[in-house]
């Protein structure tokens, strides 16, 4: 049931043409945490029934100048692993892996392809600077699926910025990574307030033509 430009509460219908998924973030590079949260195997399986159901894909994927001149200036008190910065642990002049690097490619698992949506990011959100927004608007897409990691970083920024563009959102639970405390925390108090949070099974049911 649609209310105006506004879905009602209760509808969890997505409908092909009007939705879309976001892979955000997983890539060869970060391989080992979303092997370690298990999640992988779920957004496969979410990957293949969009495709199948003719949902579109975007793989919003970090992609650094190997200078690093492409860096965010905004300087913070720690690095990822909330650890101080100083002298024995300085803030990175250039990026591990430089734009073109293999290792910035989505999981080999996800089979990206030319049919999908290959979407190179230089900042935490899908939508800074990058064709992700006219990308989604010229398909009409007024949903979008979201997965990946991290999610109190990127995920979260991605939404946010999302919510504030007037998508309707789904962050899918299980088809995120990154440290366990942040992620469900955000799962149990933050994005329940700001968007709908299903599980895969579940985002599959609600797939309709």
Request: glycine content about 8%; some cysteine; charged content about 25%.
């Given at each position: 049931m649609?209310?105006?430009?506004?879905?009602?509460?209760?509808?969890?219908?997505?409908?092909?043409?009007?939705?879309?998924?976001?892979?955000?973030?997983m890539l060869?590079?970060?391989?080992?945490?979303?092997?370690?949260?298990?999640?992988?195997?779920?957004?496969v399986?979410?990957?293949?029934?969009?495709r199948?159901?003719?949902?579109?894909?975007?793989?919003?994927?970090?992609?650094?100048?190997?200078?690093?001149?492409?860096?965010?200036?905004?300087?913070?008190?720690?690095?990822?692993?909330?650890?101080?910065?100083?002298?024995?642990?300085?803030?990175?002049?250039v990026?591990p892996?430089g734009?073109?690097?293999?290792?910035?490619?989505?999981?080999?698992?996800?089979?990206?392809?030319?049919?999908?949506?290959?979407?190179?990011?230089?900042r935490w959100?899908a939508?800074?600077?990058?064709?992700?927004?006219?990308?989604?608007?010229?398909?009409?897409?007024?949903?979008?699926?979201?997965?990946?990691?991290?999610?109190?970083?990127g995920v979260?920024?991605?939404?946010?910025?999302?919510?504030?563009?007037?998508?309707?959102?789904?962050?899918?639970?299980?088809?995120?990574h990154?440290?366990?405390?942040?992620?469900?925390?955000?799962?149990?108090?933050?994005?329940?307030?700001?968007?709908?949070?299903?599980?895969?099974d579940?985002?599959?049911?609600?797939?309709?033509?």
């Amino acid at each position: 049931m649609v209310v105006g430009r506004r879905i009602a509460f209760d509808d969890d219908r997505l409908a092909a043409g009007e939705t879309g998924l976001v892979v955000f973030d997983m890539l060869e590079c970060y391989r080992g945490p979303v092997e370690e949260a298990g999640t992988l195997p779920n957004v496969v399986k979410l990957t293949k029934a969009c495709r199948s159901a003719g949902l579109p894909v975007f793989f919003a994927r970090a992609d650094h100048r190997a200078d690093g001149k492409d860096f965010a200036l905004t300087m913070s008190d720690t690095d990822s692993h909330f650890r101080s910065w100083g002298p024995l642990n300085e803030p990175p002049e250039v990026p591990p892996f430089g734009s073109g690097s293999p290792m910035l490619l989505p999981l080999r698992e996800l089979e990206m392809s030319e049919a999908d949506f290959d979407i190179p990011k230089h900042r935490w959100s899908a939508f800074a600077g990058t064709c992700l927004d006219i990308s989604l608007r010229a398909l009409g897409i007024s949903t979008i699926l979201l997965v990946g990691g991290s999610t109190h970083v990127g995920v979260a920024s991605t939404a946010y910025a999302a919510r504030d563009l007037d998508y309707q959102v789904t962050v899918v639970r299980d088809g995120c990574h990154g440290f366990k405390e942040q992620r469900e925390f955000f799962f149990d108090h933050v994005f329940p307030r700001m968007c709908k949070v299903r599980t895969v099974d579940e985002v599959i049911a609600s797939i309709v033509p």
